[in-house]
């Protein structure tokens, strides 16, 4: 199988194709990424040999239509996935998020060639923290942010040439993710690198958002249970039932440094803040029989700081400029 992943120097994407690499293969993997501030090369450094790495934006349509017409799948990944950048400056969510899935299908549909496409549970808005519901496929969309908002429009774009044009494709939504090659603008990252610095881990408000955490590489299991055996047209969620908050996050976090429970700040918070995500991946477990390795979250979060701790060089080019950004913002 020739495989096009977009995306595959970010976070989720370059996992995919480690994970990729090392399980399948028989798969040909070619990487299409621009390399923004989010997209590093040298996260694929581990299986350069054994994939195809081509810069570039995935709204160039003569490239994208190039790339898509030598491939039997496409997996989309590529994206601007920060919450605080969209409140910033939306401008680039629309162009890649919007425009760039666009261009995606339109080459799908000319080639007849089969497309995931990956999203976010942030489509479908928050729920109340007491809320016994979690989010379904049938969950209506109601997205907060500039962000989520133009992943929303990406699926909507899908689930049309889908049934519109016939494209084989299909959707997930998944839960946050937390693991290896995670930008440090995120929380997870940016608190583990906080405290290998000796900095205080930052709680935006009064840090009871929940978030429903899953590994990395479960969520990637899940993508490639869908492209084997994911219905066209189908939209699978994928979570771990791993809802946390924030607070305790940070908490696990100072104990696993041997920091005090309390050695850490309340920030400003984010505006439009969504409460709670919570996913329902029935469809996922009872139709594809995924079901995600990492249910210890501790234990999870132990190796990731492990992680962040051997691969300081990695991260720290970037860390102060990410903080000058945040300090801006009072975060
Ligand atoms: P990321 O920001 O770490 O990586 C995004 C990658 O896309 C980068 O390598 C970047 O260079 C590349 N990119 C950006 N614009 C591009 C363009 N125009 N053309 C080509 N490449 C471009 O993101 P991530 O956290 O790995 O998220 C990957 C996908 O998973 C996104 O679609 C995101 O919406 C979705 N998702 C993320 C999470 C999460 O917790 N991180 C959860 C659910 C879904
Ligand atoms: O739910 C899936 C989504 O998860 C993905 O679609 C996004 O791409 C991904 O970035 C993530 O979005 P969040 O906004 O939930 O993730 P973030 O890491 O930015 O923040 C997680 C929670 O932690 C959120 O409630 C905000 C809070 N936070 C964040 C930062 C950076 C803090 O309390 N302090 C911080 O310093």
């Known amino acids: 199988m020739r495989l096009l ?6 976070f989720i994407g370059a996992n995919f194709v480690h994970q990729t690499v090392r399980e399948r293969p028989d798969v040909d993997v070619t990487v299409l990424d621009a390399l923004t501030y989010a997209g590093d090369r040298t996260s694929l450094d581990g299986v350069a040999g054994s994939v195809r790495f081509v810069e570039g934006s995935i709204t160039d349509a003569d490239l994208v239509d190039g790339l898509v017409g030598e491939s039997d799948a496409v997996v989309h990944f590529a994206a601007e996935s920060h919450n605080d950048n969209s409140l910033d400056d939306p ?20 080639h007849g060639v089969r497309f995931h496409h990956i999203s976010t549970d942030e489509v479908y ?7 016994p519901a979690k989010f379904t496929p049938d969950t209506p969309y109601n997205p907060s942010s500039p962000y989520s908002s133009t992943k929303a429009g990406s699926d909507l774009l899908v689930r049309a040439w889908a049934r519109s044009f016939g494209v084989e494709a299909t959707i997930s939504n998944c839960s946050n993710n937390y693991g290896p090659y995670q930008h440090i603008e995120k929380f997870i990252p940016r608190q583990i690198t906080n ?5 205080r881990p930052r709680l935006y408000g009064a840090g009871l958002n929940v978030r429903d955490w899953i590994h990395v590489e479960d969520h990637n299991a899940a993508v490639w249970a869908i492209l084997d055996g994911g219905r066209p047209g189908e939209t699978y969620l994928i979570g771990a039932d791993g809802e946390t908050n924030n607070l305790d ?18 920030v400003a918070d984010r505006p439009g803040h969504d409460l709670r995500y919570a996913i329902d991946a029935s469809r996922l477990r009872d139709e ?22 051997d691969n300081e060089s990695w991260w720290r ?14 975060q």
């Not at 680039?92 to 549909?109: D, H, K, M, Y």
């Not at 996050?249 to 309340?266: C, K, N, P, Q, S």
């Not at 080019?317 to 009072?330: I, R």
Request: net charge negative.
């Open 5 to 10: 992943v977009t995306g595959g120097a970010g």
């Open 91 to 110: 401008s680039p969510f629309v162009q890649t998020n919007v425009v760039g899935t666009f261009t995606l299908l339109e080459a799908v549909r000319r």
């Open 125 to 131: 808005g928050d729920l109340e923290l007491d809320d």
């Open 195 to 199: 405290l290998v610095d000796g900095v």
């Open 249 to 266: 996050v940070v908490r696990t976090l100072l104990e696993i440094f041997g920091r005090d429970a309390d050695d850490f700040d309340h």
């Open 288 to 309: 594809l029989g995924w079901t995600p390795r990492y249910t210890d979250f501790r234990a999870g979060l132990e190796a990731t700081v492990q992680w962040y701790r």
């Open 317 to 330: 080019p970037h860390k102060a400029a990410v903080e000058a950004k945040y300090a801006a913002t009072g």
